[in-house]
């Protein structure tokens, strides 16, 4: 299973961003998937994750505290596609954004989301939100 995120960039506050994630090997209808993020000198944090029984419904999604209502994570079915629509972007926001599988054995990283473990994902994107 393969990941690559894309579409961060500089931003003003109050500004928006999408962030796609693109899969192989994987189909992300089916499969629980995250994006993290990790900002200088902090820990990796989540930001949203999907999956069956995370949330409400089968499409249901976590959301951390600090972005709710401003962040909506979405399946572009049929593309293997996981896009992360983030609006109202502020100075807080900035960091690398990675998108993450569900753990399995064997892979590198370790990290918690809505009830689940998911794994260390791509490359990551870089999001900069100032004026």
């Known amino acids: 299973v393969q990941v690559a995120e894309s579409g961060g960039d500089v931003v003003q506050p109050g500004g928006s961003l999408r962030l796609s994630c693109t899969t192989s090997?994987?189909?992300?209808?089916?499969?629980?998937i995250s994006w993290f993020r990790q900002a200088p000198g902090k820990e990796r944090e989540a930001v949203s994750c999907?999956?069956?029984?995370?949330?409400?419904?089968?499409?249901?999604?976590y959301y951390a505290d600090s972005v709710k209502d401003r962040f909506t994570v979405s399946r572009a079915n049929g593309k293997n596609t996981l896009t992360l629509q983030m609006n109202n972007l502020e100075s807080g926001d900035t960091a690398t954004y990675y998108c993450?599988?569900?753990?399995?054995?064997?892979?590198?990283?370790?990290?918690?989301?809505?009830?689940?473990?998911?794994?260390?994902g791509g490359q990551g994107t870089q999001v900069t939100v100032s004026s």
């Open positions: 993450a599988t569900e753990w399995r054995a064997g892979d590198s990283g370790c990290y918690v989301c809505g009830g689940y473990i998911f794994n260390s």
């Open positions: 090997g994987l189909t992300v209808q089916t499969y629980y």
């Open positions: 999907t999956g069956r029984n995370i949330g409400v419904g089968i499409d249901g999604a």
